[in-house]
């Protein structure tokens, strides 16, 4: 007979959210590593009609843009997941642990705050981007746009994963699951 670790349902919560997290985590990264390519290949071919053909193609230019501002943006929350967010923690290191675990749920609230902001408003951004066309697409704003709502939304999703992972973990910036420490 095998021995069974046997963990607190706060222990249980905090495993499914960092198993959560590392899975909505690994699809994001995997969305930004197709975006990225189709970004290289973009550019590439408008480098080739440019430079080799000497014929312009001038959508490339318009699609990297927004190819790089949904990169950028959705690997905004794998960061967060990460917590490899940008941070000054020489103070936020000296703390004794349980107020740095104060200082973090607060920081974390208040990322939460102007995510869920940025978010919301993002939303009415993007309803009012369904009346704008791209200048050489012939497709309405709303798809760029749409950008800061989704990746608003998912790093709310990942604060919240985190958050309950580090709290019931007992640990203010525990790894994703599979990570080492």
Known sequence: M???????PLQQIGQTSARLGARLNQLVEWLCALILGILVLDVGLGVFGRYVIELPVTWTEELARYLMIWAALLAVSSGVARREHVAV??????LPAQTRRQVCLAIDALAFAFFAFLCYFGIGMTRQGADQYATIFDMTMWIPFAAVPVSSALVCVQLVLSG???FSLGQPSAPLVGEAS
């Open 2 to 8: 095998t021995a069974q670790t046997v963990s607190s």
């Open 89 to 94: 923690t020489a103070l936020l290191d000296r």
């Open 164 to 166: 309950l992972r580090d």
